[in-house]
């Protein structure tokens, strides 16, 4: 098992770390939040074409370059600490995952290739209006028509679903859960905008009204690439969780050391100290749970369902933790519009209750291991 | 902390007296709010610590809670939600150390309503340090000139007066440069922002205070005591905040509504869910309880007792607010930071309102300082501002 | 609802505390704890003639003083706070409350003035080797025999099995759950003692075979009179634990005054103010619960049981915090056999799980009042 | 924290072969104990990272781990765990700062196990304040006279030489006037005296300094130099302590087995009790993840991460070891402090013994404080023994 990243995934950090203080620091993030875009095209140009990021855990074969999960570990890490509003994760995370995942050569060939480069964005729709993430009823209907399927019903909390022009949809066939690809112009599509309590990510809830759509893979197909999609998207969420929980520390730290009240930096204060430190101990224990998922997806597939599950189990709660801390130590500034602080603080909420939350994934590690093979010598995630 | 106190019997019957008297000469059904609550006054049941003419009856405080139930229950409006600053802090504040003018200028407006108050304390560079705060006033031939910011102003934008306290000697010690005003809002220079937090409204204000003159009859204690005067408004916070939660109100009703309405009741997820319910409930009734019982002890005024309920209120808050959106889970990522700031009640407010109860009103980690130090007589702390002139402490 | 002692009240616990302190302090607990007996005669003489402890809550046609639950909540505080070890609890909360909650006249004349005047010390046995103290299975089985009813089975964690001489022991007749005296020098009544957790609280496990017994009350009238018994222990142990807690956070006071490190005493430190200050939250909260059961106890029997849960799920926890932390205080001083901070921890550990631990009574209070009803103005804990 | 190390595969190689080579001469079932430890040390197995000749190979600490495993997996005796000062502690303090004669005289003994070490740092009056220490060493002709009392000594009843810091000039600063010894136990005027604590057992013993008489031989570092000396003894501890836990091992393993014994799996009070075994032993591997994480990071030496580590493991076996008792419900209520000093396991044993775990070894706000200093770069709190000759600075 190996639990740290190499110089190169080192240096790619960096790079990708020096491209968004130059793009995406506090006051470009404020200006995007207030777009209606939601995101800035100019820098996910610059993303793809200077750094091939969307690209980056794509098979070269489908234009990408091939890298492992732990490159994209280290950059989700840097997108998360600075609160990236983008379609990254839609696109690149969750609808090249689920391609990856159906055995459906041509519509690779057609699809990936466009995120990969950038040009275009994806997302998936699977999720519908009684909020649940795993193993839900799909209530949304294909039936085959005229050369294409034809979809009726409704997908909610779609993660940038206003702005991809592809969306990868799950429905409900004969043959079970299948994917089905729709172009956003398609007519039949109503997407509606939805206000949302993290105002650096950005959800819709798509009507579909007999709306035209291509068959990805076999029928049935979905279930399983949306349940290995789901895992990855845990281990990458959990990654900038650490990213954004790291930042929160940095802050925190930053402003007791300046911070003076009673003739004194705030930091001289020894429960403001110990507060730093278990903040510290939270973000390196969450780093290590999810650097544990990103070797995981890369090196141990059986074991990724845990590991991913375990991921965001810790790293929901301990950004969560860190994101409130946060606050508390910044005091009345730190509650305020201004302040990036409740940023923070809204993403980790968001961000735990995305995919399921701490509890839930608690009893999905218990019921994917069960709970006799978490013992010592017993269970596959010992690896 | 063993003696206790119950109320005296002879209080109960002045009180409920007084209450019968009331109602009966002023029926709430039939009477107009203004004259209504002059009428509470007049009868002495707006403070009944206070002494008989100005509000209230010369009693002790522990019938308070006693007499507000029985006044909003027969039909008063609701006097301490309406002017949470007037009753609880501009009234006793000015009771105890307003000139004779002061007091018969501004209690009798003050429970009417007629005055609202707002208090210009905290400052961008006094937090929890309040007594370092920057706000200077300067003696001029017909006053005081004033120069500051001030900020999380409740009701500023509504206030005819603000609770003021100014530097007025810089060169003395933090806590003995101090004087405090009874600041008329009107007054030129005085400029009010709204300030925007994070849960999207603007509940607070910013107040900028440049070159207001004040009037010498609007000083309220003796030049150089304005922080003890300050203390007495901060004091008195405390007995009036913990009065208007009724028992399993609040965060908790809110929690065990959103359970009721909850399909998934047997999950192993949902069990785990309803056990932070249940403890979040024990605690919470247990908070109450405190209260109930510190409100039984407490013979006179407030006491550092009331750090305590606000340091367990505030985390008790924080989590069954949390609670109720994990309960509401995937529902809770939608909210609305623009319909908060046209007012629009909406789920998950309070979730992040929340975040700031331990620390608005003395941070929790202020409260335990003071509770360690003033209940428990544990040794003070080094502090390096101690025994030096204001101007030559170090601030940020 | 009345939260606060009347004068009276509390000059009976001023009168508790001096007959403790002057016969109960640290160096008499440590000479009971190794004692075969287990509590001092001594003591238990001075309490029932100078005070008439033992008698206080029983009605005086029964040979007591005929005092009300508050009364008893302030001794028994007291008694907490000292963790005296006397079989109080066993013989005078659980045996009198088991008798009186049960119609027999004549079974109080005769067994209800020995232990109002401290001749008789009695205990109540009804848990089996299952450990379960509410609704559990009786399997101690009694047959009419000659004259007398027969039991056989055995009975485990009895409070005071050894000492005491009267021993009630629920068993099952064809009519349910009944009550049976059994006189403790019986035939066929092997008692062994058990080595036990908390040192300051005896307990044995109790052999019967065929041992002869008397009948108290109806056939099937233990039930209820085993469910107020245990609300009534419940809350009383809560009183116990309040006093017991207060000495903790008395102890670390002190000791954060006087322990000189780094050149100050620890208390200057303010990581040790703000763990007094929480555990002087925890106790003050604790008192209300307390105090709350109490009275209920006295005036509100519809929502005691509710109240008893209630007492018995927060004391039992602050209890046990507030103990780790005046260890955590002491540092390594704390944890050593001679200091009496473990005894403490001990005890606190051991009230919990006695009579159901924490977890166990919030989910008796939800069962009690429906999870509905705890809502605004639904339930009658609102009393 | 970004920076990251991996093993250098020369030194894997060189480890390897190492290996292969004592293993194929040394067959661990067919080689008496003490000749086989010798052999590991002789091959620079038994600190890789010690100069080659001394135990070591003179590389890196990253394969410490990796060695360990593979030696005791091949059939050597555990050396850690059976000793762990020795090995943890005086190996590497000796190596660092014996001269050659120490070095000689006692690293392939410590290793093989011939001489038991304990470490006499802690005192009834310096426990967190470990500097403030009062045991006193002057000198005298023929060397030193020690006198005072040191408490904690894990081993001392076994050990033949003891880690030993003396105050040896009380008008230094109380960091400056210590100097370390090599001592030996069997010296006239020690006597060691077991210490029972709450669980029972006597794995503590106090040891009794009365008019030792010391060789000055028997010094280690400079007179005066005793605190950078006890702060190399303390950075390795560390390094040792982690190494021994096998990932959901200890606590958490013990409290599966209850959950697998358990009748009562799906009672609303069992699942909470299961969601609390989840919790931890999600945190427990998250923690054993994060040991492992940080040895694949680190280059040379122990660093402040090992306080980190071990504030969460306390923490996590504290709540483990008391699930544990919940778990066993009523059981729990018996217990044996008689067969714990006779040393029978039980049950309940750990859950007392882990309280100890955040307060021996650095408490836990120690740690904290070292980490907000150390890690994280926070100022530091005033200090009034700062800058004074210790024997000026009050102690209790």
């Given amino acids: ?383 | 902390m063993g003696n206790s106190v119950h109320p005296d019997t002879d209080e109960s019957a002045i009180v409920d007296a007084a209450i019968a008297k009331l109602l009966q000469a002023h029926p709430p059904a039939r009477t107009e709010t203004q004259e209504l609550l002059g009428a509470v006054f007049d009868s002495g049941l707006a403070w009944i610590h206070f002494p008989v003419g100005i509000g209230g009856l010369g009693l002790s405080t522990v019938l308070h809670q006693y007499v507000y139930s029985s006044l909003t229950a027969a039909g008063v409006p609701d006097y301490i939600s309406e002017t949470p600053i007037g009753y609880g802090m501009a009234g006793p504040t000015i009771a105890e150390h307003g000139t004779e003018a002061q007091i018969a200028h501004h209690l009798r407006r003050i429970f009417t309503g007629e005055f609202v108050w707002c208090q210009l304390f905290s400052e961008p560079g006094a937090g929890s340090d309040l007594a370092s705060l920057s706000t200077r006033a300067v003696p001029t031939g017909d006053g005081w000139l004033v120069n500051g910011q001030k900020v999380w102003t409740t009701l500023g934008h509504l206030a005819q007066y603000g609770l003021l306290v100014a530097r007025t000697d810089p060169d003395a010690l933090k806590h003995q440069g101090l004087t405090y005003f009874l600041l008329d809002m009107t007054l030129p220079g005085v400029e009010v922002r709204p300030l925007r937090q994070m849960s999207g409204d603007a509940e607070f204000n910013e107040v900028y205070l440049s070159d207001v003159l004040v009037p010498d009859s609007a000083r309220i204690g003796g030049v150089g005591e304005g922080w003890g005067v300050a203390m007495t408004t901060l004091a008195n916070e405390r007995l009036v905040l913990g009065a208007t939660t009724p028992r399993h109100g609040g965060a908790i009703d809110e929690a065990l509504a959103l359970w009721s309405a909850r399909e998934d009741k047997t999950s192993a997820a949902a069990r785990v869910l309803r056990d932070r319910l249940l403890d979040l409930w024990i605690r919470d009734d247990v908070a109450w309880l405190t209260g109930a019982r510190a409100a039984q002890r407490r013979e006179s005024g407030p006491g550092p007792e009331g750090s305590v309920s606000k340091i367990a209120r505030s985390s008790i808050n924080q989590q069954t607010y949390e609670l109720c959106a994990d309960l509401r889970g995937a529902a809770s990522l939608i909210y609305s930071a623009a319909a908060a700031l046209d007012g629009t009640a909406q789920p998950g407010y309070m979730f992040l309102r929340s975040r700031a109860q331990s620390i608005e009103g003395g941070s929790s980690e202020v409260l335990r300082d003071v509770v360690a130090h003033r209940v428990l007589g544990l040794p003070p702390s080094h502090r390096p501002d101690k025994g030096i002139p204001w101007n030559e402490v170090p601030r940020s």
């Fill in chain 1, 1 to 383: 098992m190996r639990l740290v990243f190499t110089e190169e995934q080192e240096e790619l950090r960096r790079s990708v770390r020096r491209l968004l203080e130059k793009t995406s620091a506090s006051r470009e993030l404020r200006q995007v939040i207030d777009s209606d875009l939601g995101y800035d095209p100019e820098v996910w140009a610059l993303m793809a074409d200077q750094m091939g990021l969307q690209g980056l855990a794509i098979p070269e074969e489908f234009g990408g370059s091939g890298y492992g999960w732990m490159e994209q570990v280290a950059v989700l890490e840097e997108m998360g600490a600075v609160l990236l509003c983008s379609p990254y994760f839609a696109s690149v995370i969750l609808s090249a995952t689920m391609l990856l995942s159906i055995d459906d050569p041509e519509a690779r060939r057609d699809l990936l290739p466009g995120i990969a480069g950038g040009q275009s964005i994806a997302t998936v729709a699977f999720t519908e209006d009684d909020g649940r993430w795993h193993d839900a009823p799909i209530r949304t209907t294909a039936r085959p028509g005229d050369g294409v399927w034809c979809l009726d019903g409704h997908k909610t909390y779609v993660l940038d679903g206003m702005t991809a022009n592809l969306i990868l949809v799950v429905a409900a066939t004969p043959g079970g859960a299948s994917l089905f690809a729709v172009d956003a112009r398609s007519p039949g599509l109503v997407r509606t905008p939805l206000e949302t309590l993290d105002q650096t990510r950005r959800l819709a809830r798509l009507e579909l009204r007999g709306t035209p759509a291509r068959l990805i893979g076999a029928e049935g197909a979905a279930k399983a690439a949306l349940a290995r999609t789901l895992d990855l998207a845990c281990m990458a969420i959990a990654a900038e969780q650490v990213g954004g929980a790291q930042r929160c520390l940095d802050m925190s730290v930053e402003y007791a050391k300046t911070r003076v009240q009673f003739g004194q930096p705030i930091g001289t204060f020894q429960v403001i100290k110990h507060k730093c430190a278990d903040m510290l101990l939270e973000v390196e224990s969450a780093r290590s749970a999810a650097y544990y998922a990103g070797w995981a997806a890369g090196e141990d597939p059986e074991a990724l369902p845990a590991a991913a599950s375990l991921a965001k189990a810790y790293c929901s709660r301990a950004y969560c933790h860190v994101a409130a801390e946060n606050i508390q130590i910044h005091g009345g500034i730190g509650f305020t519009w201004e302040h990036d602080a409740h940023l923070y603080f809204k993403r980790a909420k968001a961000s735990e209750l995305l995919f399921g939350d701490a509890g839930e994934h608690r009893e999905l590690l218990a019921d994917r291991l069960g709970i006799e093979s978490l013992r010592l010598g017993g269970g596959r995630i010992d690896a």
